[in-house]
């Protein structure tokens, strides 16, 4: 996720971030079946992946305290 798109993410509706968080959870699997396969080649993906997850489960939390 580029600094741009993290900036934009509060902005965001409560349904839009549940859509991407349900998305990267979905990215987050076949990376793992990938990387089991041996077909990933770059594993820091995988590690990006969860990271912008716990960016996006973050902002949401906070627009759920701020409700």
């Known amino acids: 996720m ?3 798109e993290v900036k934009e993410l509060p902005a965001k509706k409560k349904e839009e971030l549940e859509k991407a ?3 990267t959870i979905e990215e987050i699997v076949k990376l793992k079946i990938d990387k089991q396969v041996g077909k990933l080649k770059n594993i820091s993906l995988l590690r990006e ?5 716990a960016r996006l489960k973050t902002v949401l939390k ?3 305290l701020k409700s």
């Open 2 to 4: 580029k600094r741009k």
């Open 21 to 23: 968080i349900q998305k």
């Open 49 to 53: 992946k969860k990271r912008d997850l």
């Open 62 to 64: 906070d627009k759920e």
